[in-house]
């Protein structure tokens, strides 16, 4: 069993920054890969980025690519999204995922999820 609690989300200009935490509480942190997901307002919920649980391979949606950057802590049970470059479409609440399976672009293959956090990027 993994619990999930997000941090880190706010308001912030565009061209700005953000860095969210995902801490994880559980036995098995170090053994599951994470994701992040986002949900708009009026729109389903996508994904943004996932990590092995090694965190040696990591993948991103394009729209994020070279602006947004996964990493993980194991040691602190505790995963990261570094946000830069931040644009008005990046508003969402985020929440973070994981699964004892490997890391999946599909929601429906997570099985545990934080609460979110949201973020406002206003132009």
């Known amino acids: 069993q993994v619990q999930l609690v997000e941090s880190g989300g706010g308001l912030v200009q565009a061209g700005g920054s953000l860095r969210l935490s995902c801490a994880a509480s559980?036995?098995?942190?170090?053994?599951?890969?994470m994701a992040w997901f986002r949900q708009a307002p009026g729109k389903e919920r996508e994904f943004v980025s996932s990590?092995?649980?090694?965190?040696?391979?990591?993948l991103y949606t394009d729209s994020v690519k070279g602006r947004f950057t996964i990493s993980r802590d194991n040691a602190k049970k505790t995963g990261y999204l570094q946000m830069n470059s931040l644009k008005p479409e990046d508003t969402a609440v985020y929440y973070c995922?994981?699964?004892?399976?490997?890391?999946?672009?599909?929601?429906?293959?997570?099985?545990?999820w934080g609460q979110g956090t949201q973020v406002v990027v206003s132009s």
């Open positions: 995922a994981s699964t004892p399976r490997r890391a999946s672009v599909r929601s429906n293959e997570y099985e545990y």
């Open positions: 559980g036995r098995t942190f170090s053994t599951v890969a």
């Open positions: 990590i092995t649980w090694t965190g040696g391979s990591t």
